[in-house]
């Protein structure tokens, strides 16, 4: 499967706990986005980057939350210190990038957040 | 900045009806326009979409969509819905040059019965 990739798949963790998500994006795609969508909500954007440089970050990103793309392929999100409000499903998105660009994201199936 | 009304949250339908889910936008400035689904368990895939050119736009599963400036309104449409359709709907905008970053609206939940 050459989708993009995301780990864990869900993931039951306590308030106060460190947490981290990893996506794969689709080889040799340049953009990588991450989503959060909570229940009954659309996806609301939270952050993108254009290889490792991260190039825009949502005001929903607050200073608990950290992104990163080292090497300009996969990408890690981490939750510090998670409240229950974190609860979401976390969805990550790649693009070609460039002028490769269609305007299509292509989304992973998500990592579920659940805080107790 | 952009923003996405879905103004019907559920939407249900007779197998072979026809539907129509609806969406507005808001934008001060030029947008592209999406329609992604999820199907039960699975991650969004895009459905359709409008960059430039002819506004009407259609799936290769037989929906379409018409883009409509003046009513800021891109309406998915489909003349015979099949069970399979039974899904989420989320219509999206970004803005023409802003990153493909979306704004999604909060979804219809297409509900197709026999």
Known sequence: ?116 | AQSVTQLDSQVPVFEEAPVELRCNYSSSVSVYLFWYVQYPNQGLQLLLKYLSGSTLVESINGFEAEFNKSQTSFHLRKPSVHISDTAEYFCAVSKQGGGNKLTFGTGTQLKVEL
């Open chain 1, 1 to 116: 499967d050459t989708g993009v990739s995301q780990d864990p798949r869900h993931k039951i963790t306590k308030r106060g706990q460190n947490v981290t998500f990893r996506c794969d994006p689709i080889s040799e795609h340049n953009r990588l986005y991450w989503y959060r969508q909570t229940l009954g909500q659309g996806p609301e954007f939270l952050t993108y980057f254009q290889n490792e440089a991260q190039l825009e970050k949502s005001r929903l990103l607050s200073d608990r939350f950290s992104a990163e793309r080292p090497k300009g392929s996969f990408s890690t999100l981490e939750i510090q210190r998670t409240e229950q409000g974190d609860s979401a499903m976390y969805l990550c998105a790649s693009t070609p990038g460039l002028a490769l660009d269609t305007g299509e994201l292509f989304f992973g199936e998500g990592s579920r957040l659940t805080v107790l």
